[in-house]
T-cell receptor, first 116, second 112 residues
Framework: AQTVTQSQPEMSVQEAETVTLSCTYD???????LFWYKQPPSRQMILVIR??????QNATENRFSVNFQKAAKSFSLKISDSQLGDAAMYFC?????????????FGKGITLSVRP | DAGITQSPRHKVTETGTPVTLRCHQT?????MYWYRQDPGHGLRLIHY???????DKGEVSDGYSVSRSKTEDFLLTLESATSSQTSVYFC???????????FGQGTRLTVV
């Protein structure tokens, strides 16, 4: 069974600084997707970034980038130039590429606070 | 919001009563999911569906049943609600051609 682990329940960052959120996963699949979702206090689930396992290049979306280490099964999210609006809960998620069992598995999440 | 509507948005019910949550999508997307979110547990999959009348259990399916008699609706039923089922419930879909899931607004269910 696939598992996703986010070992840090909370983190804090100073506005304009950089913060890295950690995630590890366990799978026997070779082809899969990894995601980071953001959940602000509104409860809405927002996709932040996506990584395809067969791509060696790390995904980047504006201030958000990932460090994908496939052999280590590690998928961390780096937020640069942190803003107050980045304060939220962040979830790491995994999904195998194909099959009827292609379901999304989430980590427990990390609460990020941003200090002004 | 990818055309996903959950109803109701909030519900308070008594222990032992049946409860049905509805997830409605406006497109004919194949994959639909029900998750529950609890502090310290993240989102956990309850049931999912990959087509009409094609459903399967997730990791926390005990006490829940689902039905999908038409593509656009995925119903989650608590046959006899318990206090441990107090949670926020999310419906999600994965549209064809997409890899990620899109989520509804969530339903806050309180069982007293």
């Amino acid at each position: 069974a696939q598992t996703v682990t986010q070992s840090q329940p909370e983190m804090s960052v100073q506005e304009a600084e950089t913060v890295t959120l950690s995630c590890t996963y366990d799978t026997s699949e070779s082809d899969y997707y990894l995601f980071w979702y953001k959940q602000p206090p509104s409860r809405q689930m927002i996709l932040v970034i996506r990584q395809e396992a067969y791509k060696q290049q790390n995904a980047t979306e504006n201030r958000f980038s990932v460090n994908f280490q496939k052999a280590a099964k590690s998928f961390s999210l780096k937020i640069s130039d942190s803003q107050l609006g980045d304060a939220a809960m962040y979830f790491c998620a995994y999904r195998p590429r194909t099959g009827a069992n292609s379901k999304l598995t989430f980590g427990k999440g990390i609460t990020l606070s941003v200090r002004p | 919001d990818a055309g996903i509507t959950q109803s109701p948005r909030h519900k308070v019910t008594e222990t032992g009563t049946p409860v049905t949550l509805r997830c409605h999508q406006t497109e004919n997307h194949r994959y639909m999911y029900w998750y529950r979110q609890d502090p310290g547990h993240g989102l956990r999959l309850i049931h999912y569906s990959y087509g009409v009348k094609d459903t399967d259990k997730g990791e926390v399916s005990d006490g829940y049943s689902v039905s999908r008699s038409k593509t656009e609706d995925f119903l989650l039923t608590l046959e006899s609600a318990t206090s441990s089922q107090t949670s926020v419930y999310f419906c999600a879909i994965t549209p064809t051609g997409f890899t990620e899931a899109f989520f509804g607004q969530g339903t806050r269910l309180t069982v007293v």
